[in-house]
């Protein structure tokens, strides 16, 4: 069920004042714009008419096995077809016919492991491991539509995994590899996944870190599992099931290197990703082929200014996200461009390694995260000064807001001053940008995501509904339907309905709270619902809650993300404990065991990333009559803040007795 608070809620009015009065300006460069894929035409074929500017996009970018006859068919909204009988290969339009077209000997991936290890990848080599790889998940038993898991390091499997599923019509799901076993079992069962795909390990700030134990024990109890492909990373002894695994080099050795790409409806399921929701229950966010990899592929080309015979593109997130679906694999080999995949941490083995790859591999094109840009920042301009980034041109940002002094330092310190920034605006469910400026066409605005691309329609709206003034906030919503939106929920028709489509009828809320300047530019503030964002990652406080309270000593759980300065977010739980655990928490020195204990049960039960940064443990929480926990308040204990109205509590001397109790010494 979705929380219906209020935009005030998820960003305080001194933010929503302050944001928007930022005066910095930077019009394109004209010799920018005259190289610029993006055209400031585009806007105007896309409002002159919409479908026909998407047919267009469609028909140019890709290649279809078969023409379509209708651009989008909305009959049965908000179940979208888009160019539902043309029909093509994913794969094939991201590898094959770049070989075809006589560049096999271009670059498609420059991989760089994290203990120092390269290859590059030509779009040759990568037809021939596709093709493989597909021969393999054949023999395994997986036909077109059954659902393979991909559980795998930065390593090229993960593109090379991804693609060979696509070639065949077997929707992918990528888990991050940070994910614990048991959220990856979780998935294996909702998608009834046949083969799983993955690695002895990866590497990992300068050490081996293992993955294949986890999948072993997802795998014991997940009846759907045929085959688990075993790719050979780090060399870690690992156990072994013979009647279920294979490792990933004998198989693609034996298999036979011919295969021929299927054209797939293009309605055919491409992949599931899940992603938090505002209930404990991950969403497997369900992605088809023809409209998304026409989006993927367009705003690649207009929003990152992908020129294949010239740019080195890099895009620094892991393909266990959207990010990394759209902008690592998708979008970019579409357009037939070679860029550097890159395996480790941003510190490993110094805090310089994303600027020394990028000096090495004459970088043209950066996109990474607001959360990242400001670690840098703390780390020093020393540190990237030392290495020569003349070749950047185009800087992008996802996945937060990102704050105007950091934009400026990104700017600055990483682009010369002079590369433009794109902030980009998009979610797992609308599958690729939806709102950023365009390199050489837009007056760039640091710290805004700014306007839809073209083609595309958003809006901020208030509690009714109605487009607000310029100069006011309200919610982020897209009002047209567009070719890479998510078809649906898997498995789960009527919480996409419920989730997206009812809060405003007819049209598509995305969960976000935005405001609109003085020029109509788009501010986005963040999540107005139980979903929080920490360093970019999208987590849900009752998936966090029901881990804290799946431990035997929890009674109760309020987790809430605090403001920080780093990660954007960060985790805070407030805890009620059961009765002998409180005894044992007053004694002296356990009390921080005990939160050690929660913080490791919250990675074991859902993975690293959500580890509480802070864990209170509380006598009461505070909550409504009716109820509701009152996040707001907890917010405030949980950002040093006076707390604000404790009027529609229950009892109002609960936030006292949370406060004492926080103010003795632990
Ligand atoms: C949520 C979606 C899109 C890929 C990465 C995250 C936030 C995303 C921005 C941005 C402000 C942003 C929103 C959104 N978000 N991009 N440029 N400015 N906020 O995908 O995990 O599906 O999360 O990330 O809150 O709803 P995701």
Redesign the pocket.
């Known amino acids: 069920m979705t929380r219906r608070s209020t935009v005030a809620d998820a960003a305080s009015e001194e933010t929503l004042s302050n944001l928007g009065h930022e005066d910095r300006e930077f019009p394109p460069d004209p010799a920018f714009t005259a190289q610029a894929v993006g055209k400031a035409e585009l806007y105007e074929q896309a409002d002159a008419d919409r479908e026909k500017f998407w047919a267009d996009q469609a028909r140019e970018r890709l290649t279809w096995s078969k023409d379509f006859t209708q651009t989008l068919d909305w009959s049965d909204a908000p179940f979208a077809k888009w160019y539902a009988d043309g029909q093509l290969n994913a794969a094939y339009n991201c590898v094959d016919r770049h070989v075809e077209a006589g560049n096999g000997d271009r670059v498609a991936l420059h991989f760089v492991g994290e203990p120092g290890d390269t290859e590059d990848i030509t779009y040759a080599d990568l037809q021939d491991r596709v093709k493989r790889a597909a021969n393999v998940l054949l023999e395994s038993g997986v036909a077109k539509g059954d659902r393979v898991a991909i559980y795998l390091p930065m390593i090229p499997e993960a593109v090379i995994s991804m693609l060979a599923c696509a070639r065949i019509g077997a929707p992918h799901s990528v888990v991050f590899g940070g994910f614990s076993s048991d959220a990856l079992r979780s998935r294996i069962a909702d998608a009834e996944a046949k083969v799983v795909i993955t690695a002895d390990g990866g590497y990992r700030r300068g050490k081996p870190s293992a993955l294949k134990p986890a999948v072993d024990d997802a795998v014991k109890d997940s009846p759907s599992v045929l085959k688990v492909l075993v790719v050979q990373r780090t060399k870690e002894e690992v156990a072994w099931n013979d009647e279920k695994d294979l490792w990933w080099h004998e198989a693609l050795e034996a298999a036979s290197p011919e295969h021929t790409a299927e054209p797939m409806d293009a309605e055919h399921p491409l992949f599931i990703l899940y992603?938090s929701g505002t209930t404990g229950k991950p969403k497997g966010i369900l992605h088809t082929t023809g409209g998304y990899l026409t989006q993927a592929a367009y705003t690649n080309a207009v929003v990152h200014d992908v020129h294949p015979e010239t740019d080195v593109y890099w895009c620094s997130a892991d393909v266990g996200?959207?990010?990394g679906h759209s902008y690592i694999v998708y979008g970019p080999l579409a357009n037939g461009a070679t860029q550097v995949l890159y395996e480790g941490t941003p510190d490993t083995p110094h805090k310089g390694r994303w600027w020394e790859i990028i000096q090495q591999h004459k970088v043209s094109i950066f996109y990474t995260a607001p959360t990242a840009i400001r670690t840098c920042m703390k780390w020093g301009k020393e540190i990237p000064e030392k290495f020569d980034l003349s070749s950047l041109r185009v800087l992008g940002?996802?996945?937060?807001?990102?704050n105007p002094e950091a934009w400026i330092w990104y700017r600055d310190v990483i682009g010369g001053g002079k590369a433009p920034i794109v902030?980009?605006?998009?979610?797992?469910?609308t599958g690729a940008i939806m709102v950023s400026a365009l390199p050489g066409v837009t007056t760039l605005k640091p710290g805004s995501?700014q306007i839809a691309v073209p083609g595309i329609s958003v809006d901020v709206v208030d509690e009714q509904g109605n487009s607000v003034d310029n100069g006011h906030g309200g919610y982020l919503i897209i009002d047209k339907p567009w070719p890479s939106m998510l078809r649906g929920i898997w498995g789960d028709p009527e919480r996409f309905k419920e989730t997206y489509w009812s809060r405003f009828k007819g049209i598509y809320f995305?969960?976000?709270g935005a405001k609109k300047d003085e020029q109509g530019n788009i501010w986005?503030l963040?999540?107005v619902d139980d979903v929080m964002?920490v360093s970019?990652h999208?987590l849900s406080t009752t998936e966090i809650e029901s881990a804290l309270v799946s431990h035997p000593k929890v009674a109760e759980a309020a987790v809430v993300g605090a403001t920080d300065e780093t990660t954007g977010q960060a985790v805070c739980a407030f805890v009620i404990l059961r009765g002998d655990a409180v005894q044992e928490a007053d004694e002296p020195g356990e009390g921080a065991d005990l939160v050690a204990e929660l913080r490791n049960h919250v990675a074991k039960e859902i993975g690293a990333i959500a580890k509480p940064r802070q864990i209170l443990i509380v006598a009461e929480l505070p909550k409504t009559r009716s109820g509701k926990i009152m996040r707001r308040l907890l917010r405030d204990v949980a950002e040093n803040r006076e707390v604000g109205d404790v009027t529609t509590l229950a009892d109002s001397s609960v936030m006292d007795l949370i406060q004492q109790g926080l103010a003795k010494p632990a």
């Open positions: 992603t996200w959207v990010t940002s996802v996945g937060e807001p990102s902030d980009t605006w998009w979610q797992t469910e995501a995305a969960g976000d986005v963040g999540r964002n970019g999208r």
